[in-house]
C-alpha cells in the first residue's frame, strides 16, 4: 500500500524558516517523481514544487522561487521542503503527493499545516 | 499561466442524482486534465487523469469528457460519500488547479 506521511508543520513567524519531510512507503521512490502542493485554509489547491527521480532537476511555482528548495533522499525514501522567507501567505496545509507522470499526482499525504503568524 | 474555471461553484443534489461539473481551460490543455475529490480534513483523490481515464478503484459512476477547453465530471446517480469537492486540474503546462465545485446535499 502506498503511503506517504508529512511531518514538520507548525507555527513560525514572517520570515523564519521550516522544513518539511515526507516519508514514503509501499512503492519505489526512486522511481518517481514527487511533489508538494498547498492548500490555504478554506481555498484551492497550489502546485509548489517537484523534484525528478535523482534529484536532477528542480521546478518551482514563481511565488516560492528562491525562497523555498525542494530535495530528496532516496536511500531514506524521504522527500523535504526547505521553506525559508517565509511569509504569512504560505500559510498552508501542505501535501507531498506522487507525481505518476508529468503533474499527474496519483497519492497524497495527509498533509501537515504550515501557520505563518507573529 | 492556465487558468481553469469551475461551474458552479456549488451543486446542491439529492441521493440518486445525476451531477454534471464543469471546467473551462482559459487556452487549450489538450487532454491533459485531472479530475480530484476532496473530503473535509483529507487529501484530495484522483477521480479521472487525461479528462476520461479513471484511476484505480474509481467506480464507474464517475466518468469524465472533454477536450480542448471545456470538460465535464459526470456523477451518474449520487450516493451518500460523493458530496465533497472537486477540483479540476491541468498539466498541460506548469500545473494549475480550479478553485473548486463544493457538491452538498440537498
Known amino acids: 500500500e502506498v503511503q506517504l506521511v508529512e511531518s514538520g508543520g507548525g507555527l513560525v513567524q514572517p520570515g523564519g524558516s521550516l522544513r518539511l519531510s515526507c516519508a514514503a512507503s509501499?512503492?519505489?521512490?526512486?522511481?518517481?517523481?514527487m511533489s508538494w502542493v498547498r492548500q490555504a485554509p478554506g481555498k484551492g489547491l497550489e502546485w509548489v514544487a517537484n523534484?525528478?527521480?535523482?534529484?536532477?532537476?528542480?521546478y518551482y511555482v514563481d511565488s516560492v522561487k528562491g525562497r523555498f528548495t525542494i530535495s530528496r533522499d532516496n536511500a531514506k525514501n524521504s522527500l523535504y521542503l526547505q521553506m525559508n522567507s517565509l511569509r504569512a501567505e504560505d500559510t498552508a496545509v501542505y501535501y507531498c503527493?506522487?507525481?505518476?507522470?508529468?503533474?499527474?499526482?496519483?497519492?497524497w499525504g495527509q498533509g501537515t499545516l504550515v501557520t505563518v503568524s507573529s | 499561466e492556465i487558468v481553469l474555471t469551475q461551474s458552479p461553484a456549488t451543486l446542491s443534489l439529492s441521493p440518486g442524482e445525476r451531477a454534471t461539473l464543469s471546467c473551462r481551460a482559459s487556452?487549450?490543455?489538450?487532454?491533459?486534465l485531472a479530475w480530484y475529490q476532496q473530503k473535509p480534513g483529507q487529501a484530495p483523490r484522483l477521480l479521472i487523469y487525461?479528462?476520461?481515464n479513471r484511476a484505480t478503484g474509481i467506480p464507474a459512476r464517475f466518468s469524465g469528457s472533454g477536450s480542448g477547453t471545456d470538460f465535464t465530471l459526470t456523477i451518474s446517480s449520487l450516493e451518500p460519500e460523493d458530496f465533497a469537492v472537486y477540483y479540476c486540474?491541468?498539466?498541460?503546462?506548469?500545473?494549475?488547479f480550479g478553485q473548486g465545485t463544493k457538491l452538498e446535499i440537498k
Open positions: 487556452q487549450s490543455v489538450s487532454s491533459y
Open positions: 523534484i525528478k527521480q535523482d534529484g536532477s532537476e528542480k
Open positions: 487525461d479528462a476520461s
Open positions: 486540474q491541468q498539466r498541460s503546462n506548469w500545473p494549475t
Open positions: 503527493a506522487r507525481d505518476l507522470r508529468s503533474w499527474l499526482f496519483d497519492y
Open positions: 509501499g512503492f519505489t521512490f526512486s522511481s518517481y517523481w
